[in-house]
């Protein structure tokens, strides 16, 4: 069965630290992993990563993707308040066209 | 920008009533799909539609079904509420034939009395 984990569940950091989000993997046919940001709205698109070992970036946002250990992180530097979000982790498997998401982190950056 | 919507923010229903959440997106997308957003458990397909009159089981899509009369309009029906069904109900859209990221609506927090 297609599975998807993230860790930690929760995080609690303050503002200026750097935050690393852990996303592992079981996907038959895998094709891509996808970021998204949920404040209390519409989760965001972030990120998506189908090639190994290429960071993508976005600001104080980057992504990579590890094909070898089945997983991707999500770093973000110099924490703000703003970033204060759930954050989802969504494997896209390429015979369904499905997304498989991940429990989501949830990041709280205090002041 | 890609603008799906979802009819209500909050819906409070009680035990056996028929729910419909309504889901409509802008953007001429295909493929359009239900979650549930439950803590601890992340999002879970209800159903998807991979076109006008198509429709797919997700992973959840006990006590559920869904309608895709129109290309913009994806609709998901509670045919009699259950406490169980109290959840944040996602829609999200997508181009089709791709595998481009999904675009998602603001949800609609259900609450089953």
């Known amino acids: 069965e297609d599975k998807v984990v993230q860790s930690p569940l929760s995080l609690v950091v303050h503002e200026g630290d750097t935050v690393t989000l852990n996303c592992s993997y079981e996907v038959t046919n895998f094709r891509s992993l996808l970021w998204y940001k949920q404040e209390k709205k519409a989760p965001t698109f972030l990120f998506m990563l189908t090639s190994s070992g290429i960071e993508k970036k976005s600001g104080r946002l980057s992504s990579i993707l590890d094909k070898k250990e089945l997983s991707s992180i999500l770093n973000i530097t110099a924490t703000q308040t703003g970033d204060s979000a759930i954050y989802l982790c969504?494997?896209?498997?390429?015979?369904?066209?499905?997304?498989?998401f991940g429990q989501g982190t949830t990041l709280q950056v205090k002041p | 920008d890609v603008k799906v919507t979802q009819s209500s923010r909050y819906l409070v229903k009680r035990t056996g009533e028929k729910v419909f959440l309504e889901c409509v997106q802008d953007m001429d997308h295909e493929n359009m799909f239900w979650y549930r957003q439950d803590p601890g458990l992340g999002l879970r397909l209800i159903y998807f539609s991979y076109d006008v009159k198509m429709k797919e089981k997700g992973d959840i899509p006990e006590g559920y079904s869904v309608s895709r009369e129109k290309k913009e309009r994806f609709s998901l029906i509670l045919e009699s509420a259950s406490t169980n069904q109290t959840s944040m109900y996602l829609c999200?859209?997508?181009?089709?034939?791709?595998?481009?990221?999904?675009?998602f609506g603001p949800g609609t927090r259900l609450t089953v009395l």
């Open positions: 969504a494997g896209g498997s390429s015979n369904t066209g499905k997304l498989i």
């Open positions: 999200a859209s997508r181009r089709g034939g791709s595998h481009d990221e999904q675009f």
